[in-house]
């Protein structure tokens, strides 16, 4: 089997616009990915149908031989971030041929099933809310639909940390963020676990004081507390603070995450499988994450084939923990995927059909569905 032809689609319209990867090749098998795309969406599609030189003739199931070739042709500026977002998408896509040649799930491909099914966290949850009441509601409603882990940046400002590294956070607005978290946990009880992300957008003494104002609220983990560039920063954190720590979905490839394992920087790592080099990489993350005995749990919030890719990685996985879910976007993914995904309860149900078990819908690929 040979690979003919690569292109890339691109939906508009999501927070961050999805970029999806066709490899096709001569026996009629298609294989579908992702490119992580953030703000750069337009840029990412574009260098994403720019692959097919670098891939047309090449046998797709030598899938680790290609993850190397991109690699290493791309390697003078550097494999990672942009780079490494590309190669998941083919590698990505690569297995999903693979698992359609041999009529086999993925995770078949990787070990077979472990878990029985995936225990999920949920993001985006509170969408809309902005007062601590209106945050506590909405906790206790996605409680009540079966989530039994949260998460939240509960801190003034949202995302707007991109027009300014590593910040200080005025400690007058403290109060706010402290007030949301409390009345978070005081509706949903302590049987479920409330996760804080803070981007990476502080500074280390603006990190350490909010870590320490919400430990009294029983923080399952503190994401991403520093910038990922300084991880003297992170140790500094942690020296200072009381409250477990996961980084990752800023961190590209096994070679960035091994000072993080190596230095016991965090209790948890949380690779995104479209950004980190697909699921070849992510496998292999996770099997030098085990022998730290350090557990697993995807960064999945951007996009239905993140979260399909990383479960098929995570149901082989002896040390997940627990999958992202973008619960405001999931009725978006099933919508758009064919057939949907089995979610329930606060589980995902791999589906044990050929490849990634899921395609883009017809209709939805010749008219995207403007949301
Ligand atoms: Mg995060």
Redesign the pocket.
Known sequence: MKITNVSASHLAGTRYAWVFLHVETDAGIRGLGQVSSGPNSALVAAAASRLAPLLIGEDPSRIEYIWHKLYAGFNSLGSHGFVSALISGVDIALWDIRGKALGLPIYALLGGQFHDRLQLYS?GWFTGCSTPQEFARAAAKTVADGHSAL?L?PFRGGHAYLSRYAASYPPGDDDEAVAIVAQIREAIGDGVEIYI????RFDVPTAVRLANRLAPYRIGWF??PVPPENWDALRQFRDRSDVPV?VG?RLYTRWQFRPVLEQKLAEYI?PDIIRTGGISEMKKIASMAEAFFVPITP?D?TGPITLIAGAHAMLSTPNFFRLEVAYSELEVYQRIMDPPFDVANGFFNVSNRPGLGHELRADYLAQPIPF
């Open positions: 993001n998460k940046d992300d803070a981007h990476g994401e991403e996961c979905e949380m960064h919030a």
